[in-house]
Nanobody, 126 residues
Framework: QVQLVESGGGLVQAGGSLRLSCAASGRTFSSYSMGWFRQAPGKEREFVAAISRNGVTTYYTDSVKGRFTISRDNAKNTVYLQMNRLLPEDTAAYHC???????????????????WGQGTQVTVSS
């Protein structure tokens, strides 16, 4: 079992920045690839970014490339999402997730993830 707790959300003006954190407890954090997903009201949960177990490989959805950066600190059991140049369309609940799948090719997919956090709200005003 892995427990995930997100923090760092809030209200920010367009063009601003936020840094989300996801603290993991339970089994060995470095055994999991990690992802960030978001869900806006009335919309399906969508992939944002993912990072491999050792932090070497990262993936991003096109709409956040060049603005968001995912990273992890395995010594602190934490994954981060640095969000810069935020836009109103980035408004959503952001969830982190963990998967122990060895297949890097699927860690952009929602179905690959077993463990989920409760989410942290990000609201970007125009």
């Amino acid at each position: 079992q892995v427990q995930l707790v997100e923090s760092g959300g809030g209200l920010v003006q367009a063009g601003g920045s936020l840094r989300l954190s996801c603290a993991a407890s339970g089994r060995t954090f470095s055994s999991y690839s990690m992802g960030w997903f978001r869900q806006a009201p009335g919309k399906e949960r969508e992939f944002v970014a993912a990072i491999s177990r050792n932090g070497v490989t990262t993936y991003y959805t096109d709409s956040v490339k060049g603005r968001f950066t995912i990273s992890r600190d395995n010594a602190k059991n934490t994954v981060y999402l640095q969000m810069n140049r935020l836009l109103p369309e980035d408004t959503a609940a952001y969830h982190c997730a963990a998967t122990d799948s060895p297949q890097l090719g699927i860690i952009t997919r929602l179905y690959a993830y077993t463990y989920w956090g409760q989410g942290t709200q990000v609201t970007v005003s125009s």
